[in-house]
């Protein structure tokens, strides 16, 4: 390969000397004295003496062959000796047995030393055993479940339930659950977590074996093993689903060798010295420079020293080179000697320095060696680096993790390396992303924790739900916690050094100024980025081929910060252009091709269905022709879709892309573009970035979209790939580390409680205060060690900067989703993905980063809050979305958004129009739609104004613990009055509007409570069997939901009434008679079923099955007193009076179900035992804490005027004959007639029916109209015409 230094060209055949002649010239090229000397100083022999140095040979070009012979030689005794070991059975290169040697399903890396779980419990062991001496091997856990490591013997029998350890002659060390097994198991040792190495050490001449993690002895954990004719022991494991581990049985260095201990795999102790030899020659050459002039050497710093085309210099590093090159590329060699001499320099002297010697030993190796075997040493040497740094045990200042990135920078620093190591090394090979990892120790002594943190602090708060407690915080308190954030501050510091470093590779990668004889790195970084992206959206199924998501929430920070430092610098060059702050994707990526989406749904559906559905717009709006042959192509596809897949090496990535139908230049208005598909790696920068603005990425500007350009193109994908990213797994991920922070308080809570038991123990019992003290050490041992882990926690994941970047993320989101929104039918090109990451970011900023920080303290918050909220209330009742999950998504959203008074008042401030229209959508009939969120959006706009609804969790559930206290159901009260109004004006406005949503209201409630009825029997029966029997409780949680469902829509005709009470009362309107006798009817259901004594709701309700927790009288009655009172006591006089008689018109009223509600018991029926006296009635004045004394009088008066009404009725009242009874309800007579057929019913029966079907309740035919009918009338009309 041939490469440019001092304006030479050499490559590694010109060395090569041939001829007497050349080599006579050669040696002229300096003193024969001085390059005998410094040939000597190279290749010093390692026995030699400064005595010799008066009778040593002189050396010279001629002879340095034979010299470096001699140097180099290895006696073959040494050799012989290491080809087979005493105590040893096996192959020399020791792998894991994958022919024969396993049980189970498992996964096996090419190297045959990595395996991953595929089956409940799968066991493997080695090629290799051992029946005399001391061994040991290494064993690097990638995740921290459920296995046990260790030894087993060959006639050992597994199976998917017995693993290693379960059997005789079997001995296994299990970390995830401490302990160790042989048969029998007990306690052992410490857990591991993913990123230690556990060190296996058996031996046989003691009969003894034990275990190492992270090199510290765990002690021995089995003796008098057994030993004799046909015992040997090979290395096993047995591994349960999904987790993973990499053996190392000698074939690198062990991280952690044990004094007398061999490796199963011997060294390549002959490869070693040699290239210990050789490396020392190479370091000399790097230590010297020949003074032609002078005629002497001077010795000079290796980060002074450069490569000037001396031809003794390159005759020199040929010679060494010659032999190195083929060590090299051994993995042994390469991460014992090269990776430890690398680290060295980087060790000793500071990071430009490093980088200098780093380079100029890299360029040496490009230089004199093939490209096959640069590249496989750059392969093995990258693997080395990144095994380091994953399993380098955490330590107080992160010198390991430290040195290894800055290795890890020299290299990539080097163009030729990084370009090569981009293209075939870092995504393809290794996972790369390993390097933005920081990993969270597992334990805090290890870490150092201790020694940064000294003091613990962690929040108290109240045990106590439901009660605010506010305590000042004492002045020793006061002293620990502050003292608590100075050592949080301190190991905050440490981190940012390291993501400081992880920062600086990425923006090596993506530096796109070194095109010099190629790409980019940047654009071989999309190419690899997007694969990468496409393997973790397609594999989700697939966990162990998948990047872990506590990586993924590292890579995506660092890409953010690295990005954000590209944008803002091109902003500085280019004025025209925005700053990150102003960050979008802009829509024509979505619909043009150019980007890859895989197979991620689009907002209206895929992607083939919107190409043919919306050609016509793309073409008119952003002058996109779709090629027909790409639709043919597609098409085929959906008609083929059941037939084989194909092969997997057939399935190649493909992109789609732009094809011009005229050379590049800047794009008219009348001109088109056509979309055809490319694969991936067929993209090149122009088709990136394009030779205008507006063409690669961004071709297909829309008309709404601004002229001037934001960024560069490829900036523009790696920002739509970062917010990819937020939504495959790192959301996911933040939440889960919440749970770090909730073990805080749980046992926060747990020490104040023992502290408050210790306080009121008598002293006398002197028993229990031992227990106590003894609990109160280990929570307060717990919550040190917790407290620490938090602190790391809060630095690596939620600090600050880590929320400004998923703040910035959000923001980028919304102004996409703007922009999106302004291409009319286009907005359905947009991946899922935006909407899902806007919402999920925001509930991550709002629920995972406090306490510590707080979202209201970022700019422009409120603003953020606003825009967000208009885009809940415009899109999720958009018919431009299809699909399911992402509807259902924005309206719980929307729902979650109306629980907090920060977010409501965003709703407030959004454009009048955009208010109006959000709640026209909420009030569109429930049918065919998801209304359950819908009708809870309308409850919390009232919660807070109806009858006894100020609660914020019901009375009976106060002493028990809500399972998150953030739950949007369990936050305080916050109405809306002005969404009501809106609501109101709405319901006024025209004449169907109101009619429809109540009808519809009335029917979900009909259908919700005559579910909870039913199966409350069902739960009622099984209870009352007398065999032993259990309740599904999938059936429970449908049978509180329905509950729920028919309190919260009994609210909505609450908050309906108080509005807008003429749509019941005023009986001018068409339908207001017939809602309010429907209304009238399902609250007397309601009331009867829920107020017998002793009946079916009663029983269930007293059982407080797991489940059924929601399920008591006072949420159904209040919401039911609430709406009489509204009808009969706040109303005018006439509409009182009209809803008094339709009540009491019911055949399902009963006055007693009024009583009930103030704790007037029915009495008992003859002949029926009387109640315990002891029976506590339900009784609204039991409730003064929810109810106010007013609203007592309210429902006193009501109960008043219902029993002097019902009297009245009853006197007034005539019997009516069956005949005239309506054969639908029989309940109120015969008053309509249906026109054609004759049919007759009520009216309240007929409206009903109306309002969802046209047909005849009797014969079918279709209703033309309904005329009022009197039998007296009738009877009249028939005797006059006869």
Request: proline fraction near 4%.
């Given at each position: 390969m041939a490469s440019k230094e001092g304006g030479m060209a050499f490559s590694r055949k010109s060395y090569k000397l041939t001829s007497d002649a050349e080599r006579s010239r050669v040696t002229g090229i300096v003193h024969e004295k001085l390059l005998s000397d410094y040939l000597h100083r190279v290749f010093a022999s390692p026995d030699q003496g400064p005595a010799a140095a008066t009778s040593r040979k002189p050396l010279n070009f001629q002879n340095l062959p034979e010299h470096l012979d001699q140097l180099l030689h290895v006696d073959e005794e040494e050799e012989e000796s290491q080809e087979q070991a005493e105590g040893r059975l096996g192959p020399s290169t020791v792998v894991l047995d994958h022919t024969g040697g396993f049980e189970g399903l498992?996964?096996?890396?090419?190297?045959?030393?990595?395996?991953?779980?595929?089956?409940?419990?799968?066991?493997?062991?080695?090629?290799?055993?051992?029946?005399?001496?001391?061994?040991?091997?290494?064993?690097?856990?990638?995740?921290?479940?459920?296995?046990?490591?260790?030894?087993?013997?060959?006639?050992?029998?597994?199976?998917?339930?017995?693993?290693?350890?379960?059997?005789?002659?079997?001995?296994?060390?299990?970390?995830?659950?401490?302990?160790?097994?042989?048969?029998?198991?007990?306690?052992?040792?410490?857990?591991?977590?993913?990123?230690?190495?556990?060190?296996?050490?058996?031996?046989?001449?003691?009969?003894?074996?034990?275990?190492?993690?992270?090199?510290?002895?765990?002690?021995?954990?089995?003796?008098?093993?057994?030993?004799?004719?046909?015992?040997?022991?090979?290395?096993?494991?047995?591994?349960?689903?999904?987790?993973?581990?990499?053996?190392?049985?000698?074939?690198?260095?062990?991280?952690?060798?044990?004094?007398?201990?061999?490796?199963?795999?011997?060294?390549?102790?002959?490869?070693?010295?040699?290239?210990?030899?050789?490396?020392?020659?190479?370091?000399?050459?790097?230590?010297?420079?020949?003074?032609?002039?002078?005629?002497?050497?001077?010795?000079?710093?290796?980060?002074?020293w450069q490569l000037q085309g001396q031809p003794t210099i390159l005759l020199t590093l040929a010679h060494i080179f010659h032999h190195f090159a083929s060590l090299l590329c051994e993995v042994y060699v390469v991460e014992a000697v090269l990776m430890s001499f690398l680290l060295g320099v980087v060790e000793a002297g500071p990071p430009e320095q490093a980088q200098t010697v780093v380079h100029h030993v890299l360029d040496l190796l490009w230089l004199f060696m093939e490209d096959y075997e640069v590249q496989d040493c750059l392969k093995q040497l990258m693997m080395s680096l990144l095994r380091l740094y994953r399993f380098s045990p955490i330590v107080p200042d992160l010198s390991l993790q430290i040195h290894y990135l800055r290795l890890t920078i020299a290299i990539l620093s080097h163009e030729k390396s990084r370009k090569f190591l981009l293209s075939n090394v870092l995504f393809d090979v290794l996972r790369s992303i390993v390097f933005f990892y920081i990993k969270s120790p597992l334990r805090v002594e290890e870490a150092g924790l201790q020694e940064l943190i000294p003091t613990t602090w962690w929040p108290h708060r109240s045990p106590r739900e439901g009660k605010e407690e506010v305590r000042e915080e004492t002045s020793e308190e006061r002293l620990r916690r502050r003292a608590y954030e100075r050592g949080c501050q301190r190991l905050k510091k440490r981190i940012e050094v390291v993501e400081e470093l992880q920062v600086q590779i990425l923006k090596l990668l993506l530096n796109n100024k070194d095109d010099n004889g190629g790409e980019a790195s940047r654009y071989i970084f999309l190419t690899k980025f997007r694969k990468f992206l496409q393997e973790n959206a397609s594999g989700r199924g697939n966990t162990p081929m998948l990047c872990p998501p506590e990586y993924m929430v590292c890579f995506l920070h660092r890409l953010i910060s690295a990005l954000r430092f590209y944008w803002d610098e091109y902003k500085a060059s280019n004025p025209r252009t925005s700053f990150s702050e102003e960050a979008y994707v802009p829509p024509q990526i979505f619909y043009n091709g150019k980007v890859d989406y895989f197979d991620l749904q689009r907002l209206g559906g895929l992607l083939s269905h919107l190409r043919k559905t919306l050609k016509d717009d793309l073409a008119s709006k952003a002058n996109i022709l779709i090629d027909p042959l790409e639709l043919q192509a597609t098409t085929m596809d959906d008609l083929d879709e059941d037939e084989e897949p194909a092969p997997a090496a057939a399935q190649v990535p493909r992109t789609a892309a732009v094809s011009l139908m005229t050379p590049r230049r800047p794009l008219s208005a009348s001109e088109k573009v056509k979309v055809r598909t490319l694969s991936a790696e067929q993209r090149t920068r122009e088709d990136i970035e394009g030779s205008q603005w507006n063409e690669g990425l961004l071709v297909g500007r829309p008309p709404e979209e601004p002229e001037q350009p934001l960024t560069e193109n490829s900036l523009l994908e790696v920002l739509d790939g970062a917010v990819m990213m937020y939504s495959l797994s790192v959301h996911q991920q933040l939440g889960k580390m919440v749970g770090v922070s909730d073990d805080v308080n749980e046992y926060a809570m747990a020490l104040r409680d023992t502290e408050d038991k210790l306080r009121r123990c008598p002293k006398r019992r002197k028993d229990i205060l031992a227990e106590l003290s003894k609990s109160q050490k280990v929570f307060s041992e717990k919550l040190d060690h917790l407290s620490r882990r938090l602190a790391w926690v809060h630095a690596a994941v939620y600090s600050q900067e880590k929320m400004q970047d998923i703040y910035w993320l959000l923001r980028v989101c919304l102004r996409t989703i703007e922009h999106g929104d302004r291409t009319g039918s286009l907005f359905a090109f947009m991946p899922e993905f935006y909407l899902s990451v806007a919402i999920n970011s925001y509930s991550a900023l709002k629920n995972y980063f406090g306490p510590v920080h707080s979202m209201e303290e970022l700019p422009g918050y409120e603003e953020t809050l606003t825009r967000l909220a208009a885009i809940l209330a415009k899109h999720f009742a958009d018919t431009r979305i299809v699909g399911t999950d992402i509807r259902d998504s924005l309206m719980q959203a929307l729902a979650s958004y109306v629980c907090y008074p920060n977010s409501l008042r965003a709703v407030e401030r959004i454009p009048e129009e955009q208010r109006i229209a959000m709640v026209r959508n909420l009030l569109a009939p429930y049918e065919q739609r998801p209304w359950a969120q819908t009708n809870w959006i309308l409850v919390r706009l009232w919660r807070g104004c109806g009858f006894g609804y100020r609660y914020t969790r019901l009375p009976h559930l106060l002493k028990t613990k809500p399972e998150d206290a953030?739950?949007?159901?369990?936050?305080?009260?916050?109405?809306?009055?002005?969404?009501?109004?809106?609501?109101?004006?709405?319901?006024?406005?025209?004449?169907?509007?109101?009619?429809?949503?109540?009808?519809?209201?009335?029917?979900?409630?009909?259908?919700?409570?005559?579910?909870?009825?039913?199966?409350?029997?069902?739960?009622?029966?099984?209870?009352?069997?007398?065999?032993?029997?259990?309740?599904?409780?999938?059936?429970?949680?449908?049978?509180?939901?329905?509950?729920?469902?028919?309190?919260?829509?009994?609210?909505?005709?609450?908050?309906?009434?108080?509005?807008?009470?003429?749509?019941?009362?005023?009986?001018?309107?068409?339908?207001?008679?017939?809602?309010?006798?429907?209304?009238?009817?399902?609250?007397?259901?309601?009331l009867n079923r829920v107020t017998a004594e002793r009946n079916l709701f009663d029983r269930v309700v007293t059982l407080r099955l797991p489940g059924l927790e929601s399920v008591d009288h006072y949420p159904i009655l209040v919401a039911v007193t609430g709406i009489l009172v509204r009808l009969l006591v706040h109303g005018p006089a006439s509409g009182t009076e009209r809803a008094t008689s339709v009540l009491l018109a019911d055949p399902c009223f009963q006055l007693r179900s009024i009583s009930y509600l103030l704790g007037q018991p029915e009495p008992p029926a003859p002949g029926t035992a009387l109640p315990a006296p002891d029976r506590k009635h339900f009784s609204l004045q039991s409730y003064t804490d929810y109810i106010s004394m007013e609203e007592l009088a309210q429902v006193e008066q009501m109960l008043a005027h219902l029993t002097s009404a019902s009297a009245q009725a009853a006197a007034a009242s005539l019997p009516t004959s069956e005949e005239d009874l309506c054969p639908i309800c029989y309940a109120h007579p015969i008053s309509a007639v249906f026109q054609p057929c004759g049919h007759k019913s009520c009216k309240a029966c007929i409206d009903q029916h109306l309002m969802n079907n046209k047909d005849c309740f009797f014969c079918k035919a279709t209703i033309v109209s309904v005329e009022d009918w009197d039998k007296a009338a009738h009877a009249s009309a028939t005797s006059s015409a006869a």
């Open positions: 498992l996964l096996v890396d090419d190297d045959l030393l990595g395996v991953i779980g595929h089956s409940n419990f799968g066991t493997i062991r080695s090629t290799t055993c051992v029946y005399k001496g001391k061994w040991i091997y290494e064993v690097l856990i990638s995740s921290q479940g459920l296995m046990q490591i260790g030894w087993c013997t060959i006639n050992c029998r597994f199976n998917q339930e017995e693993g290693v350890g379960d059997t005789h002659n079997s001995y296994a060390y299990d970390g995830n659950r401490v302990r160790k097994w042989n048969v029998t198991t007990t306690n052992y040792g410490k857990a591991w977590a993913s990123g230690d190495i556990v060190s296996c050490l058996i031996d046989l001449d003691e009969g003894t074996l034990s275990f190492s993690l992270n090199g510290v002895s765990l002690g021995t954990a089995f003796e008098n093993l057994s030993r004799g004719l046909g015992m040997a022991y090979f290395p096993a494991i047995s591994l349960s689903f999904k987790e993973s581990v990499a053996f190392n049985f000698g074939s690198r260095p062990l991280r952690y060798p044990v004094a007398g201990y061999r490796p199963l795999q011997d060294p390549p102790s002959a490869s070693l010295v040699r290239a210990q030899r050789l490396l020392g020659c190479f370091q000399a050459v790097l230590s010297m420079e020949l003074d032609p002039v002078e005629g002497r050497l001077v010795e000079k710093e290796s980060s002074e953030n739950l949007p159901s369990l936050q305080k009260p916050c109405p809306s009055t002005l969404l009501q109004q809106h609501m109101a004006d709405l319901l006024r406005e025209g004449p169907d509007v109101a009619p429809s949503f109540l009808n519809s209201v009335l029917n979900q409630l009909n259908w919700a409570f005559s579910e909870f009825i039913g199966m409350i029997q069902e739960i009622q029966q099984a209870a009352e069997r007398l065999e032993r029997n259990y309740v599904d409780s999938r059936q429970l949680k449908v049978c509180a939901t329905c509950f729920d469902l028919s309190v919260s829509l009994l609210r909505v005709l609450e908050m309906t009434i108080t509005l807008v009470p003429e749509i019941f009362l005023d009986w001018a309107r068409p339908t207001s008679e017939m809602l309010l006798r429907r209304l009238a009817q399902l609250l007397n259901q309601v």
